[in-house]
């Protein structure tokens, strides 16, 4: 069965640095897609950044970028230059290609970006 | 555009009660999906709906029900409630559902509290 696991359920950053946030994925589809979606405290999913199964190249997005590595299972999440903004809950989620398309989400990571 | 509208945003239900919880999407997307957020969790799929007229079980239908008579409208109701239904509840939609553009765009969110 598909699955996301999240293993990072708080972390820390600078203001200004550059923070990775994991995630690992099971699947026996060839064929999937990986997001990350940020949740402020004001609770709304807000999508950020997209990586497709069969892409080449990793995924960028502004100051987030997506370091996929298939043959591990991974899709972590890189915000560089962080700011106090970025403090929120980040989910990892999948797509299965099946009829609902479903997103299968992590348990999440709560980010604080300390000043 | 809206994007993806819910209401309302917050309610407090005594057990045995009945809601109709409301999504409106003006993205003429077809595809439309209920999920649900337990506390410290992430989400799970409740029910979708691939166009109008047409919908099925997700993860966790048990208690719940859809209706999709409209492409803009997709309506979540609970019958009987219960303190195990007491969640976030987020609907969302996609243009289509397996490309890199068809991501998922998520409505605010409604909070519900089961006594």
């Known amino acids: 069965a598909q699955k996301i696991t999240q293993t990072q359920p708080g972390m820390f950053v600078q203001e200004k640095e550059a923070v990775t946030l994991d995630c690992t994925y099971d699947?026996?589809?060839?064929?999937?897609?990986l997001f990350w979606y940020k949740q402020p405290s004001s609770g709304e999913m807000i999508f950020l950044i997209y990586?497709?199964?069969?892409?080449?190249q990793n995924a960028t997005e502004g100051r987030y970028s997506l370091n996929f590595q298939k043959a591990r299972k991974s899709a972590n999440l890189v915000i560089s230059a962080s700011q106090l903004g970025d403090s929120a809950m980040y989910f990892c989620?999948?797509?299965?290609?099946?009829?609902?398309?479903?997103?299968?989400f992590g348990s999440g990571t709560r980010l604080l970006v300390r000043p | 555009n809206a994007g993806v509208t819910q209401t309302p945003k917050f309610r407090i239900l005594k057990i045995g009660q009945s809601m109709t919880l409301q999504c409106t999407q003006d993205?003429?997307?077809?595809?439309m999906y209920w999920y649900r957020q337990d506390p410290g969790m992430g989400l799970k799929l409740i029910y979708y709906?691939?166009?109008?007229?047409?919908?099925d079980k997700g993860e966790v239908p048990n208690g719940y029900n859809v209706s999709r008579s409209t492409t803009e409208d997709f309506p979540l109701r609970l019958e009987l409630a219960a303190p195990s239904q007491t969640s976030v509840y987020f609907c969302?939609?996609?243009?289509?559902?397996?490309?890199?553009?068809?991501?998922?765009?998520f409505g605010p969110g409604t909070r519900l509290t089961v006594l």
């Open positions: 699947t026996s589809d060839p064929s999937y897609g």
């Open positions: 969302a939609s996609s243009r289509l559902a397996g490309g890199p553009t068809d991501t998922q765009y």
């Open positions: 993205m003429n997307h077809n595809y």
């Open positions: 990586q497709g199964s069969y892409d080449q």
């Open positions: 709906s691939v166009g109008a007229g047409i919908t």
């Open positions: 989620a999948m797509r299965e290609e099946d009829p609902s398309y479903k997103l299968i």
